[in-house]
């Protein structure tokens, strides 16, 4: 098959002839149809952590082409079914393959079943930016999720939620993490009968999508102007809001989004203070940084550190995912389907994304698929499916 490989010395990646994965125990092997580009691909790639000819790539959708041993029959999988998930990748020390192939092998209870009503180009949006929401919201911020992962600890929780009212700031709102975090506020909302009102930051051609369905935002500040953060302050009364998620986390975000909350306030980031990518002394409260690789329940090697196994942030993962499969409302992200397939993921989607920080993007080519992203995925056909 053919697959994107990574060129550790070069800092590069290209499309070889690799061997066809076989699933292990409780794995099934996917034939990949769409792949979606997430900022760590090229980021690992422009730094690698992984030896040359580990595959790349995390997001992917496609078919059960074989399902391995032990896998259960109350799985509901089988050979044809349509199915989404991620995999690490190139972005870890980890010896792992990742999903810019023409097979991939994932876990059984690590993917998910894609109704026929969806495209494999949107389902394969859903999954890492997906789960990174999904962890920041309820499993560390702590809001009520609108599926249990943990019996009784989650239905009390959810009970201490009832009638509530609070306040949810995004920062970044128009990114692919924010529009899936924005949904999954008002799923949590929905839950117990919480008033939650959700405040975000984008640019402001993005206002209009951003306030109407399913993202349903209350206010919206541009963040390109000084004064936003006293803007969301003053639209809580003065307060300050109770939940904060940083969807940018470079640079000076992590100590501005802070400033916008009250005593008690809590919030989450996308990217961590070990990586470099911003730096803040006397923030009022610790941000909370996880990776969504958490949720594969192994050991990571990653940025320097490694993040031990968690067998409840794998827990988390498997019950977010049979949540989707259960048809969970959760509308895929915009999608951008980008010419060319895998041969044109590095010099095309790669580019777009550029090596790792918002402020790195370049845009220098004219094509119309080579405009900025902004509130899109994208997304790449794999094989000759189609
Ligand atoms: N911790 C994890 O495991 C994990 C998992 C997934 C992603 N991440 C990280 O999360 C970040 C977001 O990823 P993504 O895929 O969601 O990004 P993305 O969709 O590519 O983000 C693009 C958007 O960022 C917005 N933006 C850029 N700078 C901004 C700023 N200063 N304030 C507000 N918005 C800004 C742009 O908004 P406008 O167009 O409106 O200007 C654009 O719409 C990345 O750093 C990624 O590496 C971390």
Known sequence: MQGLVLDTEQKTAFVKDIPIPEPGAGEVLIQVYTVALNPIDPLY??????????????????????????????????????????????????????SFAEYAVAPWDLVWRVPSTLSFEEAATKNLCGLTAAQAVFFRLGLPAPFTWKGKEEEDRIRKWAKKEVYFFIAGASTSVGMYAAQLVRRSAEVNGATIRLLGAASKQRFSLLKSEPYGYDDLVDYRNNDWVEHIRALTGGKG????????????????????????????????????????????????????????????????????????????????????????????????????????????GFLLLGPGSMEDREHTRTESWMRPISAEKLVYRVGEWN
Request: charged share 20%; with cysteine; glycine share 12%.
């Open 45 to 98: 790639v422009h730094n690698p952590l992984g030896a040359t000819g580990r595959t790349v790539g995390s997001d992917f959708a496609g078919i059960i082409n074989k399902l391995g041993e032990a896998v259960p029959s109350t799985s509901g999988l089988k050979e044809g079914q349509r199915v989404a998930g991620f995999l690490q990748g190139a972005c870890s020390v980890n010896e792992r393959p990742g």
């Open 241 to 348: 809001v109770d939940f904060a998620y940083d969807c940018i986390s470079e640079g000076n975000t992590v100590k501005t989004v802070s400033e916008t909350l009250n005593n008690s306030g809590n919030m989450a980031i996308v990217r961590s203070r070990e990586g470099n990518a911003w730096n803040a002394e006397d923030l009022p409260v610790e941000p909370i940084y996880g990776a969504v690789w958490e949720g594969l329940g192994i050991e990571i090697q990653y940025q320097g550190f490694t993040v031990p196994t968690s067998p409840e942030a794998r827990a988390f993962a498997v019950a977010f995912f049979k949540w989707l499969s259960e048809g969970g409302e959760l509308s895929a992200n915009p999608v951008r389907l980008m010419p060319g397939g895998l041969d044109s993921i590095v010099k095309d």
